[in-house]
């Protein structure tokens, strides 16, 4: 009984699996994982270089009041 049951998930697993690689939505899926990592690390080198920036205007700022 558990052996054709793992057979039945096996093959519907498959089947999904098959389906999935030939509708071309996997390399949708991927495509869209590229552009959202490219994104995140533009956003990160971003906010870094603006952090930076803001330091020394805050750091000029204080050295005035001093």
Do not use: C, P
């Amino acid at each position: 009984m558990l052996k054709h049951g793992l057979d039945v998930w096996q093959k519907a697993g498959e089947s999904r699996w098959a389906s999935f690689r030939r509708s071309g939505s996997g390399a949708t899926v991927i495509e869209y994982a590229l552009i959202a990592g490219l994104i995140s690390i533009a956003i990160v080198g971003g906010a870094t270089t603006v952090g930076t920036n803001l330091t020394s205007v805050f750091d000029s700022i204080a050295g005035a009041f001093k």
